[in-house]
């Protein structure tokens, strides 16, 4: 079982930053995220869009923020455990928790900080009535590792960005590619618009609108789909099937845990530390909600710092807690150089 300090569920920029503060006071985090990358909403939702209220940033890509934040929690090493939805919290006789995933994967910390945002976001899935009994036997919706597709024949469905950029991408790695949409114009960039003409130009990807996915056929794993195009039929052979039709978020397992649920948000003690109503189980960004409630990544990190200071106190009880700047102390607490520096803006705060 993966040991930790503060097991966090979502790897969002919420639960991201909040890595960086619990390093600051040395406690080490693992991050669970149902997603097969880290950003939360900024990675599935917008990465080229700029956000313009992070603080010290005029303007920032949300696919550049999450790089940064991952780059600053880099040195104190958190654990990840990404493409696996926490299923389940179980608080233990000490007051220690233990969370499994879908997976079977169980982490056990002394404290948890559920920065899930809007929930899990799920695959929207087609209406095809045998699609759940081909689920992981050759439909797919999310590539998680493209390797899985070298030289096998793939179907792709859609027409958002997912479904174009993964044409572009497996075209050069699976032995064949075709893209099907319902209709002859796509809704993602241009750009990649542009690309996925020209590899069918060039033979790479095949290219069937207006036309549906209506059935799948096979034994015991994807042989074929049987596509409609203008009122006709046909079957076309396949190992994968991928529809990537975009993602909703639902709360998901995080409703089950006990914990009061308001306006499909965790309610939390906004006075104090942003907890639960159980004990040692927080909830910091989206995912909760206080009077005055702002649904932004700055509040989330704030949630998230205070978050860290409570875990730290509960911990630590008894121990003064000293509030030190970064800039004086560095990132490990521990640089001897500003020993003086340091001093001062302790007593400076005293
Ligand atoms: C188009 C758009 C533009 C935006 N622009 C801005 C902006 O300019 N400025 C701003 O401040 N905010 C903006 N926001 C809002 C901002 O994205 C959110 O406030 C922010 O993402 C919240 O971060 P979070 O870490 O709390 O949650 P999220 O980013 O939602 O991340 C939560 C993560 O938790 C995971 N998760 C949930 N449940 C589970 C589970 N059971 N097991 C495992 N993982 C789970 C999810 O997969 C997800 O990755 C925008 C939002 C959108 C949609």
Known sequence: MIQTDIIIIGAGPTGLFAVFEAGLLKLRCHIIDALPQPGG???????KKPIFDIPGYPSVGAGELVDNLMEQIKQFE???TLAEQAMTIDKQEDGTFIVTTNKGTQVHGKAVAIAGGLGSFEPRKPLIENIASYEEKGVEYFVKNPE????????IAGGGDSALDWSIFLAEVAAEVTLIHRRNEFRGALDS???VIELKKQGKINLVTPAEVVGIKGDGHVEAIVVEKEGETFDLATDYFIPLFGLSPKLGPIANWGLEIEKNAIKVDNALD????????YAIGDVNTYPGKLKLILCGFHEATLMCQSVYNKLNPGKKFVLKYTTVSGVDGFDGTRKEAEKAVVKAID
Do not use: C, H, S, W
Request: hydrophobic residues 35%; without cysteine; proline residues 7%.
């Open 41 to 47: 909403q900024l990675a599935e939702l917008y990465p």
């Open 193 to 195: 618009v542009d690309k």
């Open 148 to 155: 899985q597709f070298r030289d096998k024949k793939i179907v």
């Open 274 to 281: 942003y907890q639960t109503n159980i004990e040692g189980i």
């Open 78 to 80: 958190p654990g990840f």
